[in-house]
């Protein structure tokens, strides 16, 4: 069925594929035009993500950047907001992970982890404010991670990231609240995608986070984009500063 547009635009980085691609389909599925980002490296699968949402009778337009990089990023939004000539939601998806012990960990890894997930949020917000602040109207989703607030061996790094971004946004929250804009973190459990198997190369080891999942069973891409709709949504016009756990039961706080 063709989605009803809804007069929106929202812009996903990191969303040729995982978790970013499915929130960017579940946004067109909602009404939203999408801006679909990801780094020039992934070309291949972001234009068939395009391809999907017109598949789904709305606009897809590809936009490469690096979220770590402050002049692509302005590019980005700037030439984003020029093609749409508007930007009502972010979802800041675009992360990596890289394991290491808090011992051996290179100090590259811990830039790069940083860089990409906490700094490539704050510049993508910082981008955007502008024009949500003359629009006087924005949804913000930064997808932040149960490990920020638990985590796990060998990514002190990656829950440090995710741990800045929730900080972050409860700040955010509180500058942009009185502009109209709201700002919250979605933070997903074990989600099956590339970034996912890391957690579960060993069959005991996705066992054990089974056992420990209320749901009793891993998460998939769709699993998290009902939440990061709801966030980027009108239904949500009250809820602001919150990082919301979307992991099936690991984090019960
Ligand atoms: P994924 O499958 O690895 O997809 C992430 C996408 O982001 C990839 O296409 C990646 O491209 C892209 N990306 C990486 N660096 C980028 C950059 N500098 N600029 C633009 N795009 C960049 O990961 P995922 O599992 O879908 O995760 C999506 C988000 O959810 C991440 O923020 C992750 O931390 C978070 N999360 C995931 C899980 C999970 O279990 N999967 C759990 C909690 C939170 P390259 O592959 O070329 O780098």
């Not at 598949?55 to 990023?73: H, M, P, T």
């Not at 011992?103 to 949500?132: C, I, R, Y």
């Not at 420990?212 to 239904?235: H, I, K, W």
């Amino acid at each position: 069925m063709t989605p009803t547009p809804n007069g929106r635009v929202a812009l996903v980085t990191g969303a040729s594929r995982g978790i970013g691609r499915a929130i960017a389909l579940g946004l067109a599925r909602d009404g939203f035009d999408v801006v679909v980002n990801d780094i020039e490296r992934q070309r291949e699968p972001l234009e068939a993500v395009v391809a999907e949402i017109a598949a789904l009778g709305r606009r897809g337009i590809a936009a490469f950047a690096d979220v770590a990089d402050r002049a692509q990023v302005q590019a980005m939004v700037a030439g984003a907001i020029a093609e749409t000539g508007r930007i009502d939601a972010v979802v800041n998806n675009a992360g990596i992970l890289i394991t290491g012990t808090v011992e051996e960990l290179p100090e590259q890894s811990w830039d790069a982890v940083m860089d990409v997930n906490a700094k490539g949020t704050f510049l993508v917000v910082q981008a955007l404010l502008p024009h949500m602040r003359e629009r006087g109207y924005g949804r913000i989703v930064n997808i932040a991670s149960i490990g920020g607030k638990h985590g796990a061996p060998e990514q002190a790094h990656y829950s440090a990231s995710k741990a800045a971004i929730m900080g972050f946004t409860r700040v955010l929250a509180q500058e942009v609240g009185p502009l109209g804009i709201t700002a919250n973190c979605v933070c997903p459990g074990i989600i099956v995608t590339d970034m996912g198997r890391t957690n579960l190369e060993e069959k005991a080891v996705a066992d054990r986070w089974i056992a420990n999942t209320a749901m009793r069973r891993l998460g998939q891409p769709e699993d998290v984009v009902g939440p990061a709709c709801f966030l980027a949504s009108d239904a949500a016009a009250f809820v602001t500063g919150q990082s919301l756990n979307v992991c099936g039961g690991i984090v019960l706080s």
